[in-house]
């Protein structure tokens, strides 16, 4: 079973991340993220960089969703040399005798959740520490598998900021992801709302992100086509998936049935009654049931979830 935040590896040497679960007509839908190079070994590559890689050496792997009406990357089955998966990632790193000081970083954090009763089986390691491409300004990416799992593991890490275990980002540490995600928002507006996720922290200096997986049974979702842009102002009813890949927030409001989030910004953007403006495409089902997605492209420019009225 392919899940999102599991890397794939071709025989070409490309490595992609996995960006939606289970398979579309026999293909992995993914993003590329590195390629290897013969002097430099592997390149962490941006999202425009990859696209016209891609175009020039290997146009066999840039695909069109119709199920989601997107352009992203896909890879056949039979093409994947290596999947690299975060589970099997993190137990071997806590087995581990000899480990660099990032490694070092994330035994100790696991070892912190573990001592408040996390189970490592259900947590794993993504990002550059998966594949071994790690530098020593990485910063560690978790992935828990589970809803239950992971609001425990938000709420460890509250305990141990508390407790001084763990530290708050600091100024410098949120302009850094600030400027990472160029987003719409202000960074007053992104600081305010990431900073109640309890989905970040730091341990030794280094920044640490904690990403959902709902690992459950996936069949392939229903095709939406794209509309129109819009922006409106709605309550959120339901936050239930707020948190999920893609986020969902269930809306009241007459026109449509919720908002949808493709990008990590916006994951776990709002809570129950809080009124939010949002900035997005109208996507429409066979069904005729409509909703507003953000993150229609990869960056998500023009696009927002935003409270307004907590």
């Known amino acids: 079973m392919f899940l999102s935040k599991d890397f794939i590896e071709t025989a070409e040497g490309l490595i992609f991340a996995v960006v939606a679960p289970g398979t579309e007509r026999g293909k992995v839908l993914c993003f590329l993220r590195y390629v290897k190079d013969e ?103 978790l992935v828990c598998y589970g809803r239950t799992v992971f609001h425990q593991c938000r709420a460890i890490t509250r305990k141990l900021i508390a407790q001084q275990q763990l530290q708050e980002l600091n100024d410098a540490d949120w302009r850094q992801s600030y400027e990472r995600r160029s987003c719409e928002l202000s960074f007053t507006e992104y600081v305010w709302h990431e900073g109640r996720k309890a989905n970040k922290a730091v341990i030794n200096g280094r920044k640490f992100d904690l990403n959902f997986i709902d690992d459950s049974v996936h069949s392939e979702g229903a095709a939406y086509q794209k509309c129109a842009a819009v922006t409106l102002q709605c309550i959120v009813i339901d936050d239930t998936h707020a948190f999920d890949y893609p986020a969902e927030f269930k809306i009241d409001h007459e026109d449509f049935d919720a908002i949808v989030s493709f990008t990590a910004t916006y994951t776990g953007q709002a809570v129950n009654g809080e009124t939010v403006e949002v900035s997005g495409i109208v996507e429409k089902s066979q069904e ?23």
């Open 39 to 141: 002097n430099f070994g592997w390149k962490k590559v941006a999202t425009e960089s990859a696209n016209v890689f891609l175009k020039k050496h290997y146009p066999q792997y840039l695909y069109y969703s119709p199920v989601l009406d997107v352009h992203l990357h896909a890879v056949v089955i039979g093409r994947i040399v290596k999947h690299h998966q975060p589970r099997q990632r993190l137990q071997q790193i806590m087995r581990l005798s000899q480990l660099d000081v990032i490694e070092r970083d994330l035994f100790q954090l696991c070892e912190l959740l573990k001592q408040h009763g996390l189970d490592l089986t259900q947590v794993g390691i993504t990002g550059s520490i998966l594949v071994g491409v790690q530098k020593y300004s990485s910063d560690i990416d």
């Open 288 to 310: 005729g049931v409509k909703r507003i997605v953000v993150g229609s492209s990869r960056e998500a420019h023009g696009e927002y979830i935003k409270v307004i009225r907590a």
